[in-house]
């Protein structure tokens, strides 16, 4: 298994994209610095440019945070295509000549993109608080900041502790977003097809989920709770502790579990009985 897992290692940082992804998220880490840099000194009437703003942890709520979306789109592209290129360049037929089982064949690429998403996010994370030092000073990470909920109300918090909890909360969103795209990767041949549906998918359930999360805030149609849309960013927890009447991150997590159960029997099983031609 552990050669398996090399083997597609490599194949992925053979790819230029691979470092291209890698490369644009350290780029935007640093610019976002600058311009960070230039509005707390430039526009203090906006209420920047105070002692407990201009930290490093603020740099890693406000900015570093932000660029983990982009984690997740280059994490699906990646996930998309692992599958559905091997079926468009025939080079599946290799893997399947192989001794090794289906499943540990599947599992060793799903292992991989998991590994490559956690790559880009830490690497993201580890780049963004040297570049925030350098720009703002490492700061106090008990320092007082005020953070806004999706309901505009305001709450007083830890901005060590608040951007770390963000940050961690992107985890388990990431993996079961990669998830998602590696059972869509499965189903298609087309690697451009894998690929286009799983990045429409990932824009289309966060309009989803805003929608539901409004809907159920009204009292309605509470069964939408139980839809995966609402729940696939668990960081929004880090600013609220109910997403509406009932729904916590407890609840959250339960319902991501099921249904990553589901997407990796759904994978596997489906993956085990295609028909591959030789």
Same mark, same amino acid.
Request: aromatic share 14%; with cysteine; hydrophobic share 55%.
């Given at each position: 298994?552990?050669?398996?897992i090399?083997n597609?290692?490599?194949?992925i940082f053979?790819?230029?994209?691979?470092?291209?992804?890698?490369i644009i998220?350290?780029?935007?880490?640093?610019?976002?610095?600058?311009?960070?840099?230039?509005?707390?000194?430039?526009?203090?009437?906006?209420?920047?440019?105070?002692a407990?703003?201009?930290?490093?942890w603020?740099?890693m709520?406000?900015?570093?945070?932000?660029?983990?979306?982009?984690?997740?789109?280059f994490?699906?592209?990646v996930?998309?295509?692992?599958v559905?290129?091997?079926?468009?360049?025939?080079?599946?037929?290799?893997?399947?000549? +192989?001794?090794h089982?289906?499943?540990?064949?599947?599992?060793?690429?799903?292992?991989?993109?998991?590994?490559?998403?956690?790559m880009?996010?830490?690497?993201?994370?580890?780049? $963004?608080?040297?570049?925030?030092?350098?720009?703002?000073g490492?700061?106090?990470?008990?320092?007082?900041?005020t953070?806004?909920?999706?309901?505009?109300?305001?709450?007083?918090?830890?901005?060590g502790?608040?951007?770390m909890?963000?940050?961690?909360?992107?985890?388990?969103?990431?993996?079961?977003?990669?998830?998602?795209?590696?059972?869509?990767?499965?189903?298609? +041949?087309?690697?451009?097809?894998?690929? $286009?549906?799983?990045?429409?998918?990932l824009?289309?359930?966060?309009?989803? $989920?805003?929608i539901?999360?409004?809907?159920?805030?009204?009292?309605?149609?509470?069964?939408?709770?139980?839809?995966?849309?609402p729940?696939?960013?668990l960081?929004?927890?880090?600013?609220?502790?109910?997403?509406?009447?009932?729904?916590?991150?407890?609840?959250?997590?339960?319902?991501?579990?099921?249904?990553?159960?589901?997407?990796?029997?759904?994978?596997?099983?489906f993956?085990?009985?295609?028909?591959?031609?030789?």
């Amino acid at each position: 298994m552990i050669g398996l897992i090399q083997n597609e290692l490599m194949k992925i940082f053979s790819k230029k994209s691979s470092w291209i992804y890698m490369i644009i998220l350290f780029v935007l880490a640093l610019g976002g610095a600058i311009i960070y840099f230039f509005i707390i000194n430039k526009f203090p009437e906006f209420g920047f440019g105070t002692a407990d703003s201009t930290s490093t942890w603020h740099f890693m709520n406000n900015i570093v945070y932000g660029l983990g979306s982009l984690v997740t789109l280059f994490s699906v592209i990646v996930a998309s295509a692992i599958v559905a290129a091997e079926f468009s360049s025939g080079t599946i037929k290799q893997l399947m000549i +192989r001794p090794h089982a289906r499943w540990k064949i599947l599992l060793s690429k799903y292992i991989t993109v998991i590994l490559y998403a956690l790559m880009l996010l830490i690497g993201l994370c580890v780049v $963004g608080f040297i570049i925030g030092i350098l720009f703002f000073g490492l700061g106090d990470y008990n320092a007082t900041t005020t953070e806004f909920t999706f309901t505009g109300d305001t709450f007083e918090a830890a901005i060590g502790a608040q951007a770390m909890k963000k940050l961690l909360l992107l985890i388990p969103s990431l993996i079961i977003t990669v998830t998602i795209s590696f059972m869509l990767s499965t189903l298609f +041949r087309s690697q451009a097809l894998a690929v $286009g549906v799983g990045v429409g998918v990932l824009f289309v359930s966060s309009t989803i $989920g805003q929608i539901i999360i409004i809907i159920l805030n009204f009292g309605k149609l509470t069964w939408l709770k139980y839809l995966i849309f609402p729940h696939l960013d668990l960081s929004i927890y880090a600013i609220t502790d109910t997403l509406a009447k009932g729904v916590t991150v407890g609840f959250s997590a339960v319902l991501l579990l099921v249904y990553y159960a589901i997407f990796m029997t759904l994978t596997f099983l489906f993956f085990q009985k295609r028909d591959i031609a030789f």
